[in-house]
């Protein structure tokens, strides 16, 4: 058996690798191998799970012991001395050796951490005198003939003296890789191309175990269905025309397309506009027309879940097809259907009720026509460091990839991320359209400076004015903020200290509407907030509501988040986030008359700049650049932004971090995968859970989490903490179903502070439940979020 059966549906181990063989031979018809490699890994799809057919794993499948034997490196030394044997005896050893090194590597890993080939040496020792050899060898000689031809010999006996030789065999191989690749003098590109081509045919292989379980079919645009979309984009922009930015971003989009048009053939495409002006929706005008070259997919990367999910929404409506979400929060089976015409979230929530149990596959192998990812999942794709992460990558050859704000990136990995991006794009043969405001250098990073694709504010067009002001506390702001009479303002602050103190210090108005945003409040609270805060301003240009709107907030506005103020203070932080920032003032061009005014100097605490949660060296580049005059206009800041990377690039190029790509070629693999694309060394943090009641508010509840809380029937944050305790009805579920609790659960999670966390739960509590409840409800506020004094907390920030 390969897997326990289901009511009297028996799966056979040998049904299974014939299936997992079928599997590679369909994806060699479109990969770019040699034959002999091509049946290297056919005979890896037949061997990986040859451990199954141990005595004691089938007792374990059974039901008749809990210990699960490691099967794997079982397959992994089985493949090994079936392809050791099979290039010995053909004389094609010297020019595949390594093709036998890293895919003997490959089987060893696949269903877990993906290591170097280095590991390869601690593979030995699994005893084959407990599989059925006679009967084993029988059914391989019948599927692979050439086997007996060659008189290779399969028998525990063979396998097991063989075993004796293989750490030599390995040690000798790995020696002569490091030869070859010290003769030949590979370029650092070269290398990533080495690397990279190895984890395409990881992929294949991982894809072959899992497809044959249930097959994943790749869904596709066909030329016909382009043509719908670019229709179907014509109307979606047709839509806002009483907008009164509609005829500016429309002259901005003509621009870009006939830039376009003048370079067209590049890989690589950097959409330069203005915050506001509309770069999804170019973009997709942009990918529309690069599809004519042959490409067939979309994959939409955004660094964070607020704008991944906003423009999710606003892709599905422009093109008319469903896009398919995969993040740590998306539901399962979102966009398994394609149609023409508007999408709604309704639609997806039908999708998902529909959905079977293989549908997670279906996502997390990038299968739909329109894939919305995240930073963090595409960094597992270029560097998986699991197996399963490797599935994102099987259909990813002819895609257009967009990649959303890639200046938020950790500038420590952003030339690494590009190396490996670049040798995808060689592979797979890809095109990828960079958008933003502020856009990082390329460098390091790219063999050849993308193409610029890029519209600037003119003065006609400028929506706001920077103002550089003096230094002010906290009582400042609030004495700032008490005296402007716009209908609404926000102010951006570095801590979540600083946002709840100003707010606190605010005087309550009966005419003024006030709102906190941070990011010690759970996610359901947060989005919950910004639909208030949204359709307050709403309310507001309808001339309903209160006469002004306040908002208090960490840099949660900053990206991502599609709402327009007409003042702004913000606390002095680095260039790239001040523009971004700006990015939310007069965003639609509503204002009246004149522009929208972001105020911005120096926020102190106790005489000391709240800037230190950026680094020394960036405040200063950035203030060498903004103080030189106090008034800055929209236009200007494109230049200003170039201005300060070059100059951040200049002192500290981030190079070091292309080392480990030397690693990785001498077997350290996990020096790649363990980069992440966001800097978390901020401090260690523990998970709460906190019991927010959304019943007072749940018309601002999202549709995704009202189908979840219906699905499972919750009236109470404290029905949600029952059911986490209750581990044993949790195990009894299917998989998607616990990944449908877990989704709904972590809306009610806080990662917090250690120092904090452990003030508000007992260290016992930790270890015993993992993620405990805050039993005190006055320690949680519907307004404010998690309460805390200032000695309590680190500055964090977002």
Not at 25 to 33: G, P
Not at 198 to 222: C, G, P, S, V, Y
Not at 471 to 480: L, N, S
Not at 517 to 525: D, E, S
Request: aromatic share 10%.
């Amino acid at each position: 058996m390969a897997r326990p059966t289901e009511g009297e549906k028996i799966f056979y181990l040998s049904k299974h690798l014939e299936g997992a063989r079928s599997q590679v031979c369909s994806f060699l018809k479109t990969m770019q191998v040699n034959k002999t490699t091509g049946f290297l890994l056919e005979i890896a799809a037949v061997s990986h799970d040859v451990g199954k057919a141990h005595h004691d794993w089938q007792r374990y499948i059974r039901g008749k012991t809990s210990s699960n034997p490691n099967h794997a490196k079982c397959g992994a030394i089985f493949f090994a001395y079936l392809a050791y044997h099979f290039l010995q005896n053909t004389g094609l050893w010297e020019q595949h050796q390594f093709d036998w090194l890293f895919i003997t590597r490959d089987i060893a890993d696949h269903h877990g951490i993906l290591k170097g080939f280095v590991e390869n040496e601690g593979l030995s020792s699994n005893s084959f005198v407990r599989i059925d050899m006679a009967g084993l060898a029988n059914w391989l000689y019948e599927v692979f003939p050439e086997m007996r031809e060659i008189g290779i010999g399969i028998t525990a006996e063979c396998i097991n003296d063989w075993q004796n030789d293989y750490e030599d065999i390995v040690t000798d191989t790995i020696y002569a890789f490091y030869d070859r690749e010290e003769a030949a003098a590979r370029s650092l590109d070269e290398q990533m191309d080495v690397l990279q081509q190895w984890r395409n045919h990881t992929a294949k292989l991982i894809a072959a175990d899992r497809f044959d379980i249930e097959h994943i079919k790749d869904q596709r645009f066909a030329v016909s269905d382009w043509l719908k979309v670019a229709k179907n984009i014509r109307e979606f922009c047709s839509t806002g025309k009483d907008c009164s930015l509609n005829q500016v971003r429309s002259r901005a989009q003509k621009m870009i397309m006939a830039q376009w048009e003048q370079n067209r053939g590049h890989s690589f495409y950097v959409l330069e506009m203005p915050t506001g002006y509309g770069k999804t929706v170019t973009a997709l005008k942009l990918a529309n027309a690069i599809a004519r070259e042959g490409f067939s997919k979309i994959i939409y990367v955004a660094p964070y879940l607020s704008i991944l999910e906003q423009n999710a929404g606003d892709i599905s409506n422009a093109t008319g097809y469903q896009s398919m979400q995969h993040h740590s929060m998306a539901l399962l089976g979102a966009g398994r259907k394609k149609r023409a015409g508007p999408t709604s979230e309704e639609k997806i929530l039908d999708e998902n009720e529909n959905t079977d149990k293989f549908s997670d596959l279906f996502v997390q192998s990038w299968a739909n026509p329109i894939v919305c990812t995240s930073f963090v999942q595409m960094m597992k794709a270029v560097f998986p460091r699991r197996a399963q992460e490797t599935l994102r990558r099987v259909y990813l050859h002819n895609a257009i990839i967009i990649i959303d704000e890639p200046q938020i990136m950790d500038a420590a990995v952003w030339n690494l991320f590009l190396k490996g991006l670049a040798s995808l794009e060689r592979i797979c043969n890809l095109k990828v359209i960079f958008c933003s405001a502020t856009m990082p250098p390329f460098t390091y990073g790219l063999l050849t400076k993308p193409t610029k694709l890029m519209v600037q504010s003119c003065k006609s067009d400028n929506r706001y004015q920077i103002k550089v002001v003096d230094p002010i506390d906290a009582e400042g702001c609030v004495q700032r903020l008490n005296k402007i009479n716009e209908p609404s303002s926000a102010v951006i602050v570095n801590t979540i200290y600083d946002a709840c103190n100003i707010f606190e210090l605010l005087p309550q108005h009966e005419e003024i509407e006030r709102y906190l945003l941070h990011g010690l409040m759970v996610p359901l609270h947060k989005k919950m907030q910004i639909e208030k805060i949204k359709r307050a301003l709403e309310e507001q240009q309808k001339g309903l509501g209160r006469a002004q709107v306040q908002v208090i907030s960490t840099q949660i506005l900053e990206a991502g988040v599609n709402l327009s103020f007409q003042y702004m203070y913000r606390a002095l932080p680095i260039l790239p986030s001040l523009t971004q920032a700006a990015g939310r003032v007069n965003r639609h061009k509503e204002k009246d008359e004149g522009m929208g005014t972001i105020e911005t100097g120096k926020l102190l605490r106790n005489g000391k700049d709240t800037r230190f949660i950026y680094s020394n060296a960036l405040c200063r580049l950035s203030d060498e650049i903004l103080f030189q005059k106090d008034v800055w206009l929209e236009e200007e800041m494109g230049e200003l932004v170039t201005t300060f990377y070059q100059h951040m690039f200049t002192e500290n190029s981030y190079q070091a971090v292309l080392q480990d790509i030397k690693k990785a070629m001498a077997g350290d693999w996990e020096g790649l995968s363990r980069h992440e694309v966001f800097d978390n060394r901020e401090y260690y943090r523990l998970p709460l859970f906190i019991p927010f009641d959304w019943i007072e508010n749940e018309d601002l509840l999202d549709k995704g989490v009202r189908f979840l809380l219906d699905e499972f029937r919750f009236s109470s944050p404290w029905d949600i903490y029952e059911l986490f305790i209750d581990k044993t009805t949790r195990q009894s579920w299917t998989y998607e179903k616990r990944k449908k609790f877990n989704i709904l659960f972590n809306q009610f999670v806080l990662q917090v502070p250690a120092e904090k966390a452990l003030k508000l739960a007992a260290k016992e509590d930790f270890l015993q439940k993992r993620i405990p409840i805050i039993m005190d409800d006055r320690r949680y506020d519907a307004e404010k979020g998690l309460r805390f004094l200032e000695d309590e907390v680190s500055d964090s920030f977002i």
